[in-house]
């Protein structure tokens, strides 16, 4: 090769300035459900229904086997869109009526798609600005069972590669996009009751009362395992672990250090709350609204706590209920010499996510 | 939601004074083996037998398929015992008849039971007491190959939550367990000895002696990704994976950091040990008794040794033999400026687990 | 046992001293690909082939289903042969002739040969010398699908045990192995494009120009995931994962530090260059030869560049054509005070790997 060749630098996802309102992404990759990802994912956030964790529960309520908890088809299906959406983001604002649809098993393959809903610059920082997007994920697409498996709204800072550049403002409709939860069918003839040890016996419908906190008894510390986990689900966003990029300016970036993936802290407060409230649930019905309200890094602890905000009927099946909680991530952070009531002394309780989220939960009269 | 909602926090797991005598736990969740999970442990543990790594030995052997090794069988069944027996543990005592029954494959789902044994409350530390159990692992539950695959009872030392509170003290007798290793039987129409250069030449059962000390030469330094492996299995005690619990009183927890679960260094022990005295077993037959004698934290570097007590016939199986062995396993620790006769100098020699533990080994004269 | 055991410490791999010109070592364990370690693999190194992450994709394309991508096949073949060649080694000095043959799948087993090809005492350095060999491995041995998967040579630099002992010295010449890369036939009835929006639009043979160098734009930062990630694949060299033995005399190894196994390296720059030049390649055909000019520690972030050496057809096949290229990996190190034209302020680019590699890639005109 010559001494001095042409020298291409690709640029990886877009910018402010590229996206384009109505516009569509057919995003690239799509991705099998292996054995490994489902284990690594469904384990690392302690998830414990035992739908995704033994295959015989698992068949004996009507689904084919385990059963891919909604945390993992989140965290697949929203790291498809990244390198088109958010490749190039400061930070992920908002999650908007994320919804599930049909089971995802191992073996199936994801593809998503994405529209431009919004695009709007900053007032303040005219560097960045703020994209809203549509996203929906599809299973085995061409084969007999290709189904919609979710669909999510949500909305990202971005940064302006060219700050001169025209951006093309303004908002459209979001598509109508059929997408609710499949369950298995409920039939009396068969012996729920004899699996009934294998879950929670204080988690069923009747249980969950409305005007009750539930503060999650247990706690995780996240370490560099971070960038590992963000790899393995194809998230290509360089803030999650591009070490050198992050020393060459630290006040760049939030925190001024890696930080992680807020797709973690989402399942893993999905995961530690899972004992207290998902258990015995049949599924997610819907995230009505969510955001990251700080961030998190390698050495933090992070906790979870729910509020059960409702209950309600589920048309058409008598043996289960909704219910509708708010999902609610912290972590302490040290506050040497100050006393907070919420925390232990010496330190602050921060929190880090939230999440209002709707459960279908099975009644104890039916299953227990 | 109001500004006062009810808090709840709900008790995990059990206390001294909340066993009774007697008493059966049917764990919740099951766990179905996935490749995932399989890869994971079998590797970590640098296992060398080719059963577990190789499906085309272990198929000839008359297996189904990939044997998972007794150290994960072991693991994943533990594990489910956690949050009802040790999850306010504050260590494992010991532990005692641990037989293995049928092969676990990938796809089978464990499911387990635990009865207690006995109660204790501690003379010197009344805040502490030991809980002696039962516990057994079944597959298939329902199907038609369910079957025990392994059997165990251990003695682990339990925090009391309330002092006053009355405990139920005494001891009753174990169950008898049919579990007998499952072997393939020998066939003498096989070509066994085609597939002979895939395990170590030396550890036949005629190689084993009695009265030797095999120094395992491997080491392996343990990381903070024990807190990712202890996630994986279920293991929900908190000294494992809550940082900040440690933070708020060091003291209070053996060693001042999260330790790390005895499961791993229990299951390194064994791999470590396997090029020089695993690589030509068909399964492990009996771990008569062991126990963790010292922490272990990130960044030691686990080693192992192995004692050949004693070599017996297997009645009915001559192509094999029994091998008894005891699997110790240890680590450096920093001593500047002492010698020890069995530590470099500035080192000093720390045995942190140990186990009696009985190998049914090829015969070379049937199998190469 | 008694007080005074025989103390038996078993040498782990060859010395320089034990290799014999000619000599073949059928390699131990052998290693069935589960779901497990091709995700770990696969998605770690940040692939993006969807022949490698989406099914669909594969099986559209004429394959059975995901195709390992050829760093894991490198992966995993390579790490069998440490033990016997490279266990007691300082370095690995360089690849050649690596070619790559049948695709493999999840569920394959590899099992692998190594013939000596040559040895010779080190000049300057009496303790060291170097060992030249070829291996080749197969799949599913003894089935109707066995077929060699990989073919390649490699020197590494192997230490003497005792200084006075006599080596082998001198070359053979290397086996004739037919190992030519198989690619699934073309269809023109097949609907490829249908598929197109799933790989990169700007990576096909009709975009790669010779004479051009593409800075891929992704970095990534390795942690002490390394060491697990290296037991898993079976590779036993300590100086990987035994940081005690490191402690002990630091200055005896590479960087006075665990050193980070090069296979890591290689499939990390394999993985980085992926979206601009390997996303719609059918298969790597050949690596000339390649080597590792820095070793790599954990804390250090990877980045890759690809020069586009030439372009050429393949014979029968008017749908693909051969890319050479030359694969370079670097990091950056700490240089305070300096500026060096290739690196930030303060900072030196520093060469850790570099390969010549051959690519088949789809032509536009008949895939998309």
Not at 128 to 152: F, M, P, Y
Not at 180 to 186: A, D, I
Not at 269 to 277: A, E, N, Q, T, W
């Amino acid at each position: 090769m010559s001494n001095s060749p042409r020298i291409l630098r690709k640029k990886t996802g877009n910018f402010l300035e590229d996206f384009r309102l109505g516009q569509v992404f057919r995003h690239k990759g799509g991705k099998t459900v292996t054995e490994g990802l489902f284990t690594t994912f469904t384990e690392f956030a302690m998830t414990t229904n035992p739908l995704a964790k033994n295959a015989r529960y698992a068949r004996a309520h009507g689904f084919e086997g385990l059963v891919c908890p909604p945390g993992l088809v989140m965290l697949v299906a929203f790291s498809q869109t990244v390198e088109d959406v958010s490749e190039n983001a400061r930070a992920n604002l908002e999650y908007i009526d994320m919804r599930f649809g049909a089971p995802v098993y191992v073996g199936d393959t994801l593809e998503v798609e994405t529209k431009v809903l919004g695009v709007r610059v900053s007032g303040s920082r005219p560097n960045l600005g703020i994209v809203h997007v549509q996203s929906t994920a599809r299973k085995n697409v061409g084969a007999a069972d290709e189904a919609v498996v979710a669909t999510w709204q949500r909305k990202v800072q971005v940064y302006k590669q060219d700050p001169t550049a025209k951006v093309d403002e303004g908002e459209v409709e979001p598509d109508e996009v059929a997408c609710s939860l499949w369950l298995p069918p409920y039939d009396a003839a068969r012996d729920y009751r004899s699996l009934a040890h294998l879950s929670n016996r204080d988690t069923y419908y009747e249980d969950l009362e409305p005007g009750t906190r539930i503060e999650h008894s247990r706690g995780r510390t996240m370490t560099s395992e971070h960038i590992h986990l963000t790899a393995i689900l194809d998230n290509t966003s360089q803030v999650h672990c591009n070490q050198f990029m992050i020393d060459l300016d630290p006040k760049q970036y939030v925190g001024g250090e890696l930080i992680i993936f807020g797709g973690i802290p989402f399942v893993l407060c999905l995961g530690l709350s899972c004992p207290d409230v998902g258990d015995n649930a049949l599924g997610d019905l819907l995230y009505r609204t969510g955001r990251h309200t700080a961030p998190l890094f390698a050495g933090d602890t992070v906790f979870a706590a729910t509020e059960i905000l409702g209950k309600r009927e589920l048309p058409g099946r008598p043996d289960v209920g909704v219910v509708d909680t708010r999902l609610l991530g912290h972590k302490f952070v040290r506050a040497e010499g100050e006393k907070h009531e919420d925390a232990p002394e010496g330190w602050k309780k921060l929190a880090i996510f939230e999440l209002e989220r709707a459960l279908v939960v099975k009644r104890r009269s039916h299953y227990a």
